[in-house]
């Protein structure tokens, strides 16, 4: 039995909400594909990671301002094609960057390096577990999230 959209959409926020890390895929402006995992915190509907700030990821989603996250599991896969904006982590919204530590355990900002936040608000979301239910998949569409069962 597949699970209805309403289901699977609020599912993926709850892994959101309680998953340690997210893979993030970017590209350069030339097509140059970079992906990594980092620690994920789910703040205001936004997935929210850290990074240095002169790594691929933060220089790929500055040029484009696109990123593609994914959750760890394969058996039960949740994937986002995002808008993306990177900011210095120090210049971020102060309540951002509280809702960030409380939620990985660890401060970027007592690391060496300038650090880079980035924030990745879900345009475009799929959701499945097993082959019968890649139709149907979509959870977010045009940035809203699917809450409701469509034919």
């Known amino acids: 039995m597949t699970r209805p959209a ?3 959409a609020a599912h993926a926020r709850a892994r959101l909400a309680t998953e340690p ?10 097509g140059v594909p970079h992906l990594v995992p980092l620690s994920l915190a789910w703040v205001n ?4 990671v850290a990074t240095p700030e002169s790594t691929p990821t933060a220089r ?4 484009t301002g696109r990123a593609r996250a994914s959750l760890e599991s394969a058996d039960d896969v949740v994937i986002f094609d ?3 904006s990177v900011q210095p982590f120090d210049a971020s919204d102060p309540q951002l960057i509280a809702a960030f530590i409380e939620r990985v355990g660890w401060d970027p900002r007592e690391l060496p390096g300038d650090w880079a936040m980035l924030t990745l608000k879900p345009e475009r979301g799929h959701a499945w577990i097993g082959p019968a239910e890649i139709e149907g998949r979509t959870i977010v569409r045009n940035g809203t ?4 069962d469509l034919p």
């Open 145 to 148: 999230w699917v809450d409701a």
């Open 60 to 63: 790929n989603i500055t040029r």
């Open 6 to 8: 309403s289901e699977r």
């Open 45 to 48: 509907e936004a997935i929210v």
């Open 21 to 30: 890390n997210v893979w993030i895929a970017s590209a350069s402006p030339d």
């Open 82 to 84: 995002t808008a993306a």
